[in-house]
């Protein structure tokens, strides 16, 4: 049977985004399990119908096949993809971050959380991310309570990176370019033809983008931009789609304000230029990265390189609202990407972890967070070759330069010979200075975290 998000949310199917998104955070404050109200499923649909809603692309899929399909054909988001307690660490992070940008300080950021029924301790955590060093006064930790209040022993660890971290998560937030200023001059017959034809200078918010050499035909107004094949430099295992342009479409897809400075971190995607139709639609992103700071007159200038980080995604899209920032160690901002992938009846997840340091991104390690391969031929015909698991991750905070990481894996994993065994086991990753590796083993089951991206030059902008 059909899944009535829009009833879920209650709101009518034209409701705009906005209206979805306010529609969501009060539903989802009233009835988040922390009130101890039994209302879990409640809370868990709830962010089922927003991870559908709030995404422009899932929303129109969603009408067009609820609109072409028979109720009982209609295949409903799975419930065990989408965890509520990240769903709602986010939404309350991005509320956050909009107050922030609004002129609200950390205290007024968590006034108004709690006074929409927001749990206190998330409040306190979340509004913690823009404490300036007063807040914090509005409350006393509880006992058991973690760094900024937060009471780690009331909340779930959720599956995937997000978990008590993901509550101090600063997403990736985007902000689109302005439309430019289009404003008509009417001339006075009697004013002088240079000071009436003088047109108002066009904003040129991505003009630090001409000292990335890298990127040619630069937009200075959208930040879009031409890249050469040759330009790009990545870490080992990655390498660009050979197109018969030889050219890249390159974005600025995310801007991140990096914690404890004023640095800046923007997220560049490059997609494929076709020549053909068929030229490498299926393609995956080129996902680079560029550091800002300001000069002593105000102006943002590029600190540091271009770094390739990596091909991402597939099909020309990767989802970069699904980055998030994190808290890799002890003031130590890291961003934390998502990765997954699909086929013939399998399916797979993982993260990818970089440290944000003084001089760019490094790559610290990559951790598997799940996979099910029930739909696989393979698994319906011997079901002992079956597997299906989730990891639930986390870092655990401490003094360390680098947090370690927790990793909890639950259901049935192939084990050395081949035989899937249910496996219910937790451990603990530590960084060794190279790479994350399990506590008391020289061994290490990261992939390659001592790989760092690699800058495409050594001076900022990249290779030319």
């Known amino acids: 049977m059909t899944d009535d998000y829009y009833g879920v949310l209650g709101v009518q199917e034209n409701a705009t985004s906005a209206a979805i998104k306010t529609a969501y955070r009060q539903a989802a404050t009233q009835t988040h399990p922390a009130h101890g109200n039994n209302a879990s499923y409640q809370f868990s649909k709830l962010a089922q119908a927003y991870s559908v809603l709030g995404n422009d692309a899932a929303r129109s899929a969603y009408d067009l096949r609820r609109r072409s399909t028979a109720p009982n054909r209609y295949q409903s988001v799975p419930t065990n993809s989408i965890d509520p307690e ?11 971050v909009e107050l922030r940008g609004q002129g609200s300080t950390a205290a007024q950021i968590y006034s108004r959380l709690v006074s929409h029924r927001c749990p206190a301790s998330i409040a306190d955590a979340v509004a913690g991310l823009f404490d300036t060093g007063s ?3 509005h409350s006393q930790a509880p006992a058991g309570a973690g760094p900024m209040g937060f009471n780690f022993s009331k909340l779930p660890v959720v599956v995937g990176i997000v978990g008590i971290l993901g509550l101090l998560a600063f997403f990736a937030a985007r902000e689109p370019s302005k ?39 630069l937009d200075a107004a959208t930040g879009a931009a031409t890249r050469a094949a040759a330009s790009f430099r990545f870490p080992k295992g990655n390498s660009l789609p050979s197109v018969d342009s030889g050219l890249f479409k390159s974005t600025v897809a995310a801007k991140i304000p990096i914690p404890y400075g004023s640095r800046t971190l923007y997220l560049l995607q490059a997609v494929p230029i076709q020549n053909q139709q068929y030229d490498c639609h299926a393609c995956a992103v080129a996902v680079s990265a560029l550091i800002t700071s300001h000069s ?45 992938w699909a086929g013939q009846g399998e399916y797979g997840s993982a993260v990818e972890i970089f ?4 001089k760019g991104l490094r790559r610290l390690g990559q951790f598997d967070t799940g996979a099910d391969s029930t739909g696989a031929l393979f698994c ?21 330069t680098y947090f370690p990481v927790e990793l909890t894996t639950v259901g049935i994993k192939r084990g050395p010979d081949d035989i899937a065994l249910p496996t219910s086991e937790t451990r603990l990753m530590k960084f060794n200075g190279k790479a994350y590796v399990q506590e ?9 975290a001592s790989d760092a991206a690699v800058p495409a030059q ?6 030319s």
């Open 86 to 96: 990240d769903t709602f660490a986010r939404s309350m992070v991005e509320w956050a």
């Open 135 to 137: 807040y914090g006064a």
């Open 179 to 217: 439309p430019r200023d289009e404003s008509i001059v009417v001339q006075s017959k009697d004013a002088p033809v240079a000071a009436a034809s003088t047109p108002a200078a066009e904003p040129r918010p991505f003009a630090f983008l001409t000292g990335a050499t890298a990127l040619k035909d």
């Open 296 to 340: 002593k007159t105000g102006e943002e200038v590029l600190a540091g390189p271009i770094q390739d980080l990596g091909m991402m995604g597939s099909w020309g899209t990767y989802d970069l609202s699904s980055v998030v920032l994190v808290e890799v160690g002890k003031k130590r901002p890291g961003l934390v990407f998502r990765h997954s």
């Open 355 to 358: 440290g944000i340091e003084a």
């Open 380 to 400: 319906q015909e011997k079901k002992t070759t079956c597997k299906k698991y989730d990891v639930k991750m986390r870092f655990v905070r401490g003094g360390s």
């Open 440 to 448: 008391g083993s020289d061994q290490d089951p990261a992939q390659s």
């Open 458 to 463: 050594n001076a900022p902008g990249g290779a």
